[in-house]
């Protein structure tokens, strides 16, 4: 009697995906989640928590510029001009009028957001380098209207901007003391991370994607391209207004370089060297970038050199940046 072979089971790399994708996968899902985990914990493994501080201000203006460039493909180069007047609009209310710190923040998000729109109706009738070219240029021109204004301290910058003490019903926090303060920032990020992870899972997030990957295409699919390019800049400035804002209160003072071109170079550089197009990418770029510059500064002052290197390095090798090469190599691991 011949008998009847049982099934061989599947392997199990064949029936469920390996860990590196479920990993991936569960990270795209809880993006949020994952993201404000770690930070909870991150300033356990810094040396000193004002470099994490600086890692959260600086990664959460890179994460308003990759709402632009890494989501929408827009490469702007006036960034540092929406940067510059968050900052200044919440120093200037706190330093010279007294105003307390729920009032300026909030004002500092609507003017670099109104100053964006401005912006943006100029810009967004160009394309490419000319866009960029075009944001330099008012970039360029809203510098030189802060630095003629008298309240903003011309060349010496604005100082002044003391906030020593957040006081909430149920909560008292000491911003003299940098892990509160690392906290208190970190409530700012955690609210814009929502909002990002909204608008990105929202009809708006799908738009703005497909503008990046063919905006001829969104346009015959009926899509109104020019609006949408336009609202994701004034999105993509209000986070960068807050993230100008908290560097205020963090710093106490606003120099004038916060609305330089360097400013606005450097955000691409975060971008890159996290991963453009990623959540939680400009974060780690301006973990790299940071740290780098802290420890190279220590034995040399042309740590510029050294970064720059770095930098090089890998946008020919880690063209996705060192996050969206991470991703990538989970996401094909099966």
């Known amino acids: ?8 089971p599947a392997p199990a790399s064949a029936t469920a995906p390996a860990l590196p994708l479920r990993a991936a996968q569960w990270l795209s899902r809880h993006r949020v989640l994952a993201t404000l985990a770690f930070f909870a914990v991150f300033p356990l ?3 000193y928590q004002s470099v994490a501080v600086n890692i959260l201000i600086y990664g959460l203006y890179a994460v308003g510029f990759n709402l632009l460039f890494g989501y929408t493909g827009l490469l702007s180069f006036g960034h540092a001009a929406f940067l510059g007047v968050g900052a200044y609009t919440a120093g ?13 923040v909030p004002a500092a998000v609507l003017m670099a957001s109104l100053v964006a729109l401005l912006m943006g109706l100029l810009a967004i009738r160009t394309r490419g380098i000319y866009f960029a070219m075009v944001t330099l240029a008012l970039s ?19 100082t002044g901007v003391n906030v020593d003490e957040v006081a909430m019903p149920g909560l008292k ?13 970190l409530a700012f990020v955690a609210l814009a991370l929502l909002l990002l992870s909204r608008i990105l899972g929202s009809a708006f997030g799908g738009v703005i994607e497909a503008i990046r990957e063919n905006e001829s295409r969104a346009r015959a699919c009926g899509f109104d391209v020019e609006r949408s390019k336009l609202l994701a800049f004034v999105l993509s400035a209000a986070f960068c207004g807050l993230a100008g804002a908290l560097s205020a209160i963090h710093l106490s003072s606003v120099p004038i370089e916060t609305l330089s071109y360097q400013m606005s170079g450097m955000v691409v550089m ?13 974060f780690v770029g301006a973990a790299l970038f940071l740290l780098m510059q802290d420890l190279v500064s220590e034995y040399t002052e042309n740590w510029q050199l050294y970064v720059g290197a770095v930098f090089v390095f890998f946008v020919l090798f880690f063209p996705k940046g060192v996050w969206g090469t991470l991703l990538e190599k989970m996401s094909h691991e099966r």
């Open 1 to 8: 009697m011949l008998s009847k072979s049982l099934p061989t």
């Open 45 to 47: 493994w810094m040396p």
């Open 92 to 104: 200037i209310l706190i330093a010279q009028h007294g105003l307390a710190w729920y009032v300026a």
């Open 140 to 158: 360029q021109c809203v510098y030189f209207l802060v630095y003629q204004m008298p309240a903003s301290g011309g060349e010496n910058g604005l």
């Open 173 to 185: 926090l000491d911003l003299l003391d940098p892990l509160q303060k690392y906290y208190f920032v």
């Open 270 to 282: 975060l971008c890159l060297l996290g991963g453009m197009g990623t959540f939680f990418g400009p």
